[in-house]
């Protein structure tokens, strides 16, 4: 969508916008967001913090799921947002 030759490539935001512009922008689709990037991002960095506190299964689960929550709430809220 950017760079290349002029004469068949279409400006990038224009274009982007015109075959898209706000379909993807719902309340679902920012908490799948949301809740993807709480699974993929968060889960990982407070799962291995805890195994090198030693911290119990349970604080794991109940803190991840704090993070979880709120990202997915988050996303929704903002990709809703217009």
């Known amino acids: 969508m950017i760079g290349g030759d002029s004469s068949i490539a279409k400006p990038s935001y224009s274009a982007f916008m015109n075959d898209y512009g706000t379909a993807f922008r719902t309340l679902k689709n920012g908490a799948l967001q949301g809740f993807m990037t709480g699974l993929f991002f968060a889960l990982p960095i407070i799962a291995t913090n805890a195994l090198y506190e030693r911290r119990s299964f349970k604080y794991t689960f ?17 990709c809703a947002w217009k």
């Open 62 to 78: 109940v803190t991840v799921g704090f993070w979880i929550m709120c990202l997915t709430i988050m996303g929704g809220i903002i």
